[in-house]
Structure formats: structure tokens, C-alpha cells
């Protein structure tokens, strides 16, 4: 009896993947009504929001890759990054970047890096660790007009987000320091060659390979926004959801915190843009509560940006474990940072 109890539990960890799948698409079945208002404001979400703010990103960065500047960056920021971030300085252009345009593109810049070895495999895994983040066009404009209804709420959280990712790229200089760095130049000189070759006579060429491999990003995006609208859906409409709130009530009785923060948390932890929506708009004295959730929660990006940027360096050889500790770590300190802020400075107490 042991044997065979044993046996089917190891069945069952073998199959689990495929019953994971097959219990998503009866789940979609059963509850098609739900799931069909969901997939709809999901592919809404996508081509009002995501399609404006990041394929015009997607394109620049896939044309400046075809160019020297990520070098010059390189030789003017190297005396910056390699003592904070132990990176070489091309590594610059994957955090600004990131930091302007917002979630993935900080991932695919540094998966880039790593294709076209311009830094070492160790040095692309710091840069998982941090330069992947929420824009401030979604921090400021999104979270803090749109939702909040207070510019200086957007400020306030974008100023933490940023100091916080500055903080996990410090602590995480010591990746694999041990290791030591696989053996690349500073600039490798075949990469600044056929750069440097880039011309009006093939703009049309390397144009046109940036826009196809940009579409081929905003796509998967877009399957992934759908896709994780639909499991929010499921999980609300088979009352997984509701189970949640009902085991961590007397969690979160026990720190002060309303448990009504639970189930946008939980949907947040899936999808941030869902989650941090709802929280904006939980009536609560202590807005401080809403403001340090929001925080960690665009910190942290969600299960939906973790495998969005997991389908990005699974092309490559890079590991994803820098990048789940890196905005694990994000979302803990863009907290404290919060918390600190909030009651230093008087003009970001928005308690009532």
C-alpha cells in the first residue's frame, strides 16, 4: 500500500503540469461567463494601455541596439556602475531604459546584452536583479492621477520604486561575485564593428527587424495580460479567491489591516494593474495602507511580469532565480522606503 501511495503521488508530480492545464480549460467551461467579460477587458487593457506606452519603447531600444551609444554610455558611466553595481557601464542603458519605459523592457535589454556579449553572464544576471520596473508613464500617470487622483501619491511612489531598485542593484553586486565574470572585453569589438556599419543605405532593413521583433514582444504581452485576466476571473468565480481572504483574515486582524486589502493583494500578487486598482479604491483613514500595498506590489510586478520575463531569458542562458529574489527584495524595500517618506516628510502624509 506504501508502494503504490508512492507511487501515485510521483504520478502525480510528473502529470502535475498537465493537470494544471487541463483543470484551466474545464475551469474556462464552466465558468465562460465570467471568463468571457474578463479575456475582454483583459485584450482592452492590452491595446489601450500596454500597445501605446511600450511598443514605441520596444522599437527605440531594438534600434539602439543597432547603434554605438549603448558603447559611449558604456565608457562614460563605467566609473558610476562598476563600483555600485559591479557592472560594466553599458549596463546603464538596461536600468535607464528600464526605469523610463517600464516592465519588461529592462529584461529583454539585458538578455540582449547577454546574445550579443556585451556583458557577461553574471553581469546580465545583475541586471535581471534590477533594471526591470514599473515606468513612471504607470507609476505617476496610472497609479497616481488615474487612481489615486494625487500627482504628488505618483511622485512619492515612483521616488521609492526607484530608490529601491537602485538598493537591490547595490546589494546584488555581490551575485556570484565568487565565481568571478566570464571572459568578455569591456566592449566586444566585433559588436562596435558591425554597429558602426548601421547607415541610411540599410535604415530600412534594421527599421523593419526592429518593428517585427518588437511585435513578436507586444504579442506575447498581450497573450500574457489575457490570459492572467482569465485566471483572476477563475479564481474569483470558483471562490479560491474568497478561501484566501478567510484564512489570512485573522492575519491581518492581528497587524491592524483591514482584511478587505486581501483579496486585491492576492489579485495583485497574479496581476499588479488588477490588484493595485481595486486597492486604490478601498476606502480606508490610514491611506498609508493602500500607499505601502501599492508599494510592494510595484515592486514585486506580479506573477504575470515574472513569466513574461522568464519567456524573454529562457532564450538565452541566463538564470530567472536574480531576477524572483531581486523583485522580492524590491517590493520589501520600496515598503520601507515608503513607510520612512511618508513620515519624514510631512507633504507625503496623506492620512486622513
Request: glycine content about 6%; proline content about 3%; hydrophobic content about 50%.
Amino acid at each position: 500500500m506504501v508502494l503504490r501511495n508512492n507511487f501515485i503521488v510521483l504520478k502525480l508530480k510528473r502529470n502535475f503540469i498537465s493537470l494544471l492545464f487541463l483543470l484551466f480549460t474545464i475551469s474556462i467551461l464552466i465558468f465562460s461567463t465570467a471568463n468571457l467579460t474578463a479575456v475582454k477587458s483583459g485584450i482592452n487593457l492590452w491595446a489601450t494601455s500596454v500597445v501605446p506606452s511600450l511598443f514605441p519603447f520596444f522599437v527605440a531600444t531594438e534600434l539602439l541596439m543597432h547603434t554605438n551609444i549603448i558603447y559611449h554610455i558604456g565608457n562614460m558611466l563605467n566609473q558610476f556602475m562598476k563600483p555600485l553595481f559591479n557592472i560594466r557601464g553599458e549596463g546603464a542603458f538596461a536600468f535607464i531604459m528600464g526605469i523610463i519605459s517600464g516592465y519588461p523592457i529592462g529584461a529583454k535589454i539585458a538578455t540582449n546584452f547577454r546574445k550579443e556579449q556585451i556583458c557577461s553572464k553574471e553581469e546580465c544576471e545583475r541586471l535581471l536583479s534590477f533594471t526591470n520596473n514599473s515606468g513612471p508613464l504607470f507609476i505617476i500617470g496610472s497609479v497616481g492621477i488615474l487612481l489615486y487622483r494625487n500627482t504628488m501619491i505618483g511622485i512619492l511612489l515612483f521616488i521609492t520604486h526607484l530608490l529601491a531598485s537602485l538598493t537591490v542593484g547595490f546589494f546584488f553586486r555581490f551575485w556570484k561575485r565568487t565565481k568571478g565574470s566570464s571572459s568578455f572585453p569591456t566592449t566586444s569589438h566585433s559588436y562596435t564593428e558591425n554597429n558602426s556599419q548601421v547607415s541610411l543605405s540599410n535604415l530600412g532593413e534594421v527599421l523593419s527587424e526592429s518593428i517585427v521583433s518588437s511585435i513578436k514582444s507586444i504579442l506575447v504581452i498581450g497573450g500574457f495580460v489575457v490570459i492572467f485576466s482569465s485566471v483572476i476571473s477563475i479564481l474569483k468565480s470558483s471562490g479560491i479567491t474568497h478561501i484566501i481572504e478567510i484564512l489570512a483574515t485573522p492575519f491581518f486582524n492581528f497587524l491592524h489591516i483591514s482584511p478587505s486589502f486581501i483579496e486585491p493583494l492576492f489579485t495583485g500578487f497574479f496581476e499588479i494593474t488588477n490588484g493595485i486598482s481595486t486597492i486604490s479604491n478601498i476606502a480606508c483613514k490610514k491611506l498609508s495602507i493602500n500607499l505601502l500595498i501599492t508599494a510592494f506590489l510595484l515592486g514585486f510586478g506580479g506573477i504575470s511580469v515574472l513569466l513574461q520575463v522568464l519567456s524573454i531569458t529562457s532564450k538565452s542562458d541566463l538564470s530567472i532565480k536574480p531576477y524572483i529574489y531581486g523583485k522580492l527584495l524590491h517590493g520589501i524595500i520600496a515598503v520601507i522606503y515608503t513607510y520612512l517618506f511618508m513620515n519624514v516628510f510631512p507633504f507625503f502624509n496623506f492620512d486622513l
